[in-house]
């Protein structure tokens, strides 16, 4: 019965959208109200007003700046939520956890993840600071920090990366992401603007261009290390929870 | 314009920012999380009440987000109603929030409770910003924020009921969250908008009438899940009763609310009269879920033993009241409905919060072991009583006020059925309410079930409980200081 | 509404019985005479104000006061006018009554019973004073739940039941009320206001939407009112309430009802628009039915308390009847008669209570020659007896009397007839209890002439004074308002301003 019902109204969901679909403007065409309302001004003055030449970074910083904050935040909950179901470790506890990993991983595979680490956070650095001018950000960077620490931590484990990675700089770097943006929000605020403008026309009008420029690197810098922070958070948490299972 | 017109977006974005530095507090100082946290919320709430008398009713704060204007970048748009609503969320909020210090240390272990207030203020905030966006795609972002923090709180307790109420919560929750984004996302592809006012413009020449219409009914869908709307609302009952009772009370009180108004923005900033035959059949079906929702809703929460869990099935009626005044179109139903907003909120707060005094004093949840509880725990239980007096509707409560204008929009929209659909949901409420109330005062407990001696909970979680209470009284006996500006935003909506 | 002169003098009325409430919380519980005796204050300081503003009245003064105004034409205003403030007197004299005897009276829970008495004061206090079925709705649906503690005060099996009986009836005939008033509002173009001679009118709506407002509110105020078959609670909570609150029951809060319809037939209404509608027939043919049927139901019962609540929902449709006769002196009979037995029947009550104090007796069966232990309460008691079988001199008389003049001017002699099978009724059950108090008594004795044994009546032992004075007052007045109706402040020197004024 419940299946039954279920499946009937996935059916007409399904039947619904075809039908939605069968009837949206043609994909592709110049014509479109999606090719014609907004999308015109970001692709021909993103680069002037914005001051960034990537026209994506354009859209999600400064023009959409507020949703992308909204989306940060999101990424944030998203650690409180693991952190509400699965709990913190008590301040300072991660040092006493041992390493119960069944195979110990090679020489080999430790030298060459304790040498390739350096570059693939270098690589993300360039990642992030490179953002308002090619393919690139925040996100992005902060993943790669984010994949560099799990390769980490499933090679030397989580006593070992939590020295490297204590929990007092995870804990003030977490929400870096939302910092940024508030700061320079409030920067815009204090500059004469509207919240979120990149630009103080007030204070500084003739250092526009550069001005904007370093307020986007902000916003990048604290999206990399916010997202970065927020996986190896995640990452641990879970890891712990693994420990705690094992050793009950 | 002077600098108060930065207030919306300071008081949605300090709670934010207080949210990401409290783990760092949380690290050097866990003691002081529960006090720090209400700097932002009382921040905001400081905020909130000095734009009071700023915003006319017939008009609204436009802000646009880094100075772009709209299409083209987002913008806030506050008006009367959602500077109403604004309010309720900071003062209810807030007042949770002073209740939650000692309350959390029985139901939340040492190692979550920083994430609990971070979460808590995250949900603030995310309620803050999603009654004051004017951005479609905007207000998605905040639901997010808003459900993904639900959900953990939901699950914060840890054991297995809990974690598997809020799974449930889930598992509803994230499909409607996807089915927001395709009602934007067909909205956006067949207007190129996704500014609420510029999209009313689009919408009425656009001529994709199908797409529309589906991106409303999806709308309907998704919204309805959150703000539980029967049958949509199986979430509802087990999240909202076992989930710790200040976050019951942000959740019966505020969550659902702010959904139905999501709903209210949609239907009347986004859909405007002009496109009435787009939306009339699925508001008209709304209706009709509405008005089984009073009756299904009051009828369940009857049956209910456990105090918690009559107290969500009501809010599952009450939802159908909101909705019932939307569907009304008319400015009296839509008065009645952003009314029945506050001092539901207020009501159903306060009764959560109420049951949240005799889990933590006694540990009882069931109905029938509050029976004599009035002798060990009298302001709670005459805050209940006065709670549950708004909930049914009874003058002098703001419940009175609300149902009356409910009542008098159905009529005037000539919908005598749900007008008397509401009135037999106030004597649901009356049966389902009276019987505690009868159980508390009238009746003789277990032997040794209470104390003889007064051993009420401490005062900072009474304080919040009397304030919500008194509110409900201050709002029904004051409703003429917010009722003709209510009155005249509605208008102005429709 | 009429020209009328702002005055704080009725919101003073209105929250004087909350001192009541202050005494109790500021006095210590060692205290406990002193806390009683502030309440008697609180209610004689009550009625001594609503008796400030008696001249002013017959001189035609109005007061109002607004106490809030949600928009425009929804408002919570105080307004004296002449028939709320005849409502305002006869209420707040039998709550003093009421309150001196619950001192001697009441033995457990002191403290709730007084603050809810006087809670309840007030609400209906507002009632009367209230300038519109706004209001009015408010102050009554407050009343209503104010009274629930006083009824269940016993706390036994049956108070228990009789209150959730009375719960039932008041929380279903208040959503009537509600939407009686919501479709005024809609209807009379949100005119809630009384009007001196109705607000409603054939222009605003149709005839089929003025019916349904009226039979709403018929049905709203009826259960109060006690109008068959809405009076399934009164039976009940009579006997079950202590017998101050039964007294205050049938003396005043089931004359909220029939005040509320007195206010919906002569300033919602209107006497030519309810002559139109032709609704006065159905309000006729409910209160005659009433009338009989009461009377025959309370010739079968036992319990005194009981017989005395079938007689009330018999009585109370007086007043009914005499506005649906839609005559002057019907009016005037049937707005008198709110007071008349108000009197009347708050003595009854008083006395049934003393009876209960001092024997324990409830049973008619068994009150053998209670008559010769309490000889003044048993003749207060017989006074009221006869008073309400319509014997002159007395207010039971005025009232009949002005009733039959009313049904011959309405040129309905029929309603003649069913008064005086109703005095017969009456006198079939009240006669028995007065013959069973006097004229029988236990045990047939043969003293040593071998005749038969008199008991001795026992004069000034019998009961506590503050149970006794409030008994005798009300017997009194009931001869003296019958002789000297005309006397200011008295029923008829209220009444004929108010009956004049409509029946020109």
């Known amino acids: ?248 | 314009m002077g600098a108060w017109r930065h207030f919306p977006i300071l008081m949605i974005t300090v709670p934010l920012l207080g949210a990401v530095l409290l783990p760092f507090l949380g690290y050097l100082r866990e003691s002081w999380v529960p006090h720090v946290a209400l700097l932002p919320l009382g921040f905001s709430t400081v905020l909130g009440f000095l734009l009071l008398g700023r915003i006319p009713s017939d008009g609204y704060l436009s802000y646009h987000l880094g100075g772009w204007e709209p299409p083209h970048g987002i913008e806030i748009r506050v008006d009367y109603v959602g500077l109403f609503l604004m309010l309720a969320i900071c003062g209810i909020t807030l007042l949770a929030l002073v209740f939650s210090r000692h309350y959390i240390s029985k139901e939340v272990s040492r190692g979550r409770r920083t994430a609990y207030f971070v979460l808590f203020l995250l949900m603030s905030g995310a309620m803050l910003g999603f009654a004051a966006t004017g951005d479609i795609f905007n207000l998605f972002v905040f639901m997010e924020i808003l459900a993904l923090s639900s959900y953990a709180l939901v699950a914060i307790t840890g054991n297995r009921n809990a974690v598997r109420a809020a799974f449930k919560y889930v598992l509803m929750g994230a499909p409607s969250s996807i089915m927001v984004l395709l009602a934007i996302g067909f909205l956006y592809s067949a207007t190129g908008s996704l500014n609420m006012a510029d999209l009313a413009q689009r919408i009425a020449e656009s001529g994709y009438t199908e797409v529309l219409t589906v991106s409303y009914i999806l709308f309907v869908i998704g919204f309805g899940v959150k703000a539980a709307l029967f049958p949509l609302h199986m979430w509802l009952p087990d999240a909202h009763s076992i989930a710790p009772s200040p976050i019951s009370a942000l959740l019966s009180g505020l969550l659902v609310e702010v959904s139905a108004f999501a709903l209210l923005r949609i239907t009347f900033s986004v859909f405007p009269r002009g496109a009435a035959d787009l939306i009339g059949g699925t508001a008209d079906a709304v209706g009709v879920a509405a008005a089984a929702a009073v009756l299904y809703g009051g009828i369940m929460a009857i049956l209910q033993k456990d105090l918690k869990m009559m107290i969500a099935y009501s809010t599952i009626s009450h939802i159908g009241y909101i909705f019932l005044g939307l569907t009304a179109f008319t400015a009296e139903g839509l008065t009645g409905a952003v009314y029945h907003m506050l001092d539901h909120g207020l009501a159903k707060a306060c009764l959560f919060l109420c049951a949240g005094n005799f889990i933590y004093v006694k540990g009882y949840r069931r109905i029938e072991e509050l029976k004599g509880a009035w002798r060990q725990m009298p302001w709670t239980c005459f805050a209940f009583a006065l709670a549950s007096i708004s909930v049914i509707g009874i003058p002098p409560t703001a419940g009175f006020i609300s149902k009356w204008y409910l009542i008098l929009g159905n009529v005037r929209g000539e919908k005598w059925l749900y007008a008397c659909v509401l009135l037999i949901g106030s004597i649901l409420a009356a049966v389902y309410c009276f019987r505690v109330i009868y159980y508390m005062f009238f009746q003789a407990g277990r032997e040794g079930a209470w104390e003889d001696s007064w051993n009420d909970a401490p005062p900072s979680m009474l304080t919040p409980v009397w304030m919500l209470s008194l509110g409900t009284l201050f709002f029904g006996i004051f409703s003429y200081l917010v009722i003709p500006s209510l009155l005249k935003a509605a208008a102005f909506l429709l | 509404m009429p020209e009328s002169k702002f005055s704080v003098v009725p919101l003073i009325a209105i929250l004087l019985p909350w001192t009541t409430l202050v005494a109790i919380l500021v006095f210590p519980k060692r205290a406990q005479r002193l806390r009683l005796w502030l309440c008697s204050l609180g209610s004689l300081a009550t009625f001594g104000v609503v008796l400030s503003m008696l001249p002013s009245v017959l001189d035609g003064n109005r007061y109002t006061i607004n106490l809030a105004s949600v928009v425009e034409n929804l408002e919570i205003r105080l307004y004296v006018d002449t028939l709320g403030y005849y409502f305002a007197l006869i209420l707040s004299f039998l709550w003093m009554l009421a309150t001196i005897y619950s001192i001697s009276y009441i033995d457990h829970k002191h403290n709730r019973f007084f603050a809810f008495m006087a809670l309840c004061e007030s609400f209906i206090l507002g009632c009367a004073f209230s300038a519109n079925m706004f209001t009015y709705f408010i102050f009554y649906e407050m009343m209503t739940f104010g009274s629930y503690p006083l009824i269940i005060h016993e706390e036994t099996t049956v108070a228990r039941r009789a209150g959730y009986k009375y719960l039932v009836y008041a929380i279903a005939a208040g959503t009537v009320l509600f939407f009686a008033i919501v479709a005024h509002y809609f209807w009379g173009d949100g005119q809630l206001g009384f009007g001196k001679y109705g607000v409603l009118s054939l222009e605003t709506a149709s005839r089929a939407a003025l019916m349904t407002v009226f039979f709403t509110y018929l049905a709203g105020f009826g259960v109060k009112a006690a109008i068959m078959p809405l009076h399934g609670w009164v039976p009940d909570a009579h006997p079950a309430a202590p017998s101050p609150a039964s007294a205050l029951l049938s003396g005043v809060i089931l004359k909220a009802g029939a005040f509320g319809i007195i206010r919906v037939c002569f300033n919602v209404f209107g006497v030519d628009l309810m002559r139109e509608l032709k609704v006065n027939v159905v309000m006729a043919i409910a209160a005659c039915i009433t009338i009989v049927v009461a009377s025959v139901f309370a010739l079968t019962q036992d319990n005194l308390k009981r017989r005395l609540a079938y007689s009330s929902i018999g009585q109370v449709s007086y007043i009914i009847l005499g506005l649906a006769m839609l005559a002057h002196d019907g009016a005037l009979g049937g707005v008198m008669h709110l007071t008349h037995h108000a009197l009347m029947k708050g003595c009854l009550f008083l006395c049934a209570g003393v009876i209960l104090v001092k024997t324990g007796k409830k049973n008619i069966s068994e009150m053998a020659g209670v008559g010769y232990q309490l000889p003044i309460t048993m003749i207060c008691f017989s006074v009221c007896a006869l008073a309400m079988m319509g014997t002159p001199p007395s207010v039971g008389f005025i009232t009949k009397w002005l009733l039959g003049s009313g049904s011959l001017e309405a040129g309905l002699p029929v309603y003649i007839v069913i008064l005086l099978v109703s005095a017969l009724l009456n006198a079939a059950y009240f006669l028995p209890i007065v013959y069973t108090a006097f004229f029988r008594w236990e045990g047939d004795e043969l003293d040593e002439h071998g005749e038969r044994h008199h008991p001795k009546l026992v004069f000034g032992k019998e009961a506590d004074h503050k149970l006794v004075i409030p008994v005798v007052v009300l017997a009194a007045l009931v001869i003296i308002v019958g002789i000297w109706s005309n006397v200011p402040g008295f029923p008829y020197s209220l009444v004929s301003k108010v009956a004049k004024a409509i029946f020109p």
């Open chain 1, 1 to 248: 019965m419940k299946r039954t019902v279920s499946l009937l109204f996935i059916a007409a969901l399904a039947a619904l959208l075809l039908y939605v679909v069968a009837n949206m403007p043609p994909m592709g065409d110049p014509a479109n109200p999606t090719a014609t309302h907004v999308i015109p001004r970001y692709l021909e003055n993103a680069e002037e007003e914005t001051h960034t030449e990537n026209v994506i970074t354009g859209i999600i910083l400064n023009y959409r700046g507020y949703d992308t904050m909204g989306e940060v935040t999101v990424i944030f909950c998203a650690l409180a939520a693991v952190l509400a179901v699965l709990g913190r470790e008590r301040r300072g506890a991660i040092e006493g956890f041992v390493d119960r990993s069944e195979v110990v991983s090679s020489t080999i595979v430790r030298t060459m993840v304790r040498f390739m680490v350096p570059f693939i956070l270098l690589f993300s650095l360039y990642t992030i600071f490179h953002g308002e001018s090619s393919p690139g950000g925040g996100f992005q960077g902060g993943a790669i920090i984010g994949g560099s620490m799990i390769v980490f931590t499933t090679i030397f484990g989580l006593a070992e990366s939590s020295r490297r990675v204590p929990q007092r700089i995870r804990a003030a770097l977490e929400g870096a992401a939302v910092m940024g943006f508030f700061l320079v929000g409030a920067l815009g605020l204090l500059g004469g603007g509207e919240f979120l403008t990149y630009a103080w026309p007030k204070v500084a009008p003739g250092l526009q261009p550069s001005l904007v420029v370093w307020l986007t690197i902000l916003v990048e810098v604290g999206i990399g290390l916010g997202g970065a922070m927020v996986l190896t958070s995640i990452l641990f948490a879970m890891i712990r929870e693994e420990e705690i299972a094992t050793a009950s």
